[in-house]
């Protein structure tokens, strides 16, 4: 088993720092989505608006990842790259994306509609946030990953829709990726229990069909095995006494 980081108060300070920048760039992100935006365009404004805030994209050059954000379309799950693709009106699009701060990573992504989309859609989106919002209502010291998995799952679930349980959420700090994985679906009350000052990110993938997934010939973009629809939220968060505090 591993172990979750420990921050001083000057790294949580830069942690901070670093989740308002990324919290900062998906709100401003959120309104420049559009029919006839491309992806790659979405991805420069991403980019030059964290380098401006003294941020550095986490994503960009990370495992060779060529750019800033993730941007997965419809039935695309996570690590779309962006590029020439156009958004279409009643498209969904995931903007996914990251910031390291004095060497401290952050993770969040939100999954925005493009112009009017389908009942299905809106649901998946509805669904998949509330997902979310379900899980760091559940967050606290002495809470389990277990119970992070089984609300994600639970609610997910009870609305007719999948969890993509292969892909799941992280602990994160000085790296992207570290212990624990925090899985979409499980049992309460399991799994490792979540002390103080951990920082973990809480990322439901829900499809309106199976689960299931495919990764595509480039190499990163990981789309459902049906080509049903799929959405992504993700909040990192830090654990406290009573509860948590979103980073980003
Ligand atoms: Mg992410
Ligand atoms: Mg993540």
Request: hydrophobic letters at 40%; one cysteine or more; glycine letters at 12%.
């Amino acid at each position: 088993m591993g172990h979750f980081q420990v921050f001083t108060d000057a790294e949580l300070a830069s942690i901070r720092r670093g989740g308002k920048i990324l919290a900062a760039c998906l709100q401003m992100l959120r309104g420049e989505v559009h029919e006839g935006i491309t992806t790659g365009e979405l991805d420069r404004i991403a980019e030059k608006f964290i380098l401006d805030e003294g941020g550095i994209p986490a994503f960009k050059g990370y495992h060779t990842f060529p750019a800033t954000l993730c941007t997965s379309v419809n039935e695309e799950c996570v690590h779309g790259i962006p590029g020439k693709r156009v958004l279409a009106d009643g498209d969904i699009v995931a903007l996914d994306c990251g910031v390291i701060m004095d060497g401290l990573y952050t993770d969040a992504c939100i999954s925005v509609a493009v112009g009017a989309v389908s009942p299905d859609a809106a649901k998946l989106l509805k669904v998949t946030e509330e997902a979310l919002e379900r899980a760091v209502s559940v967050v606290h010291a002495g809470a389990k990953v277990g119970d992070i998995s089984g609300t994600i799952q639970e609610y997910v679930q009870s609305h007719g829709c999948s969890c993509v349980d292969a892909l799941t959420g992280h602990g994160l700090g000085t790296t992207l990726h570290q212990f624990p994985d925090i899985p979409n679906v499980g049992r309460k009350g399991t799994g490792p229990v979540l002390p103080v000052g951990a920082l973990i990110a809480v990322e439901p993938i829900v499809a309106l069909g199976k689960g299931r997934i495919h990764q595509e010939d480039d190499g990163w973009t990981i789309r459902t095995s049906d080509r049903s629809l799929a959405a992504h939220f993700e909040h990192t968060l830090l654990v406290t006494e009573g509860g948590c505090e979103v980073i980003a």
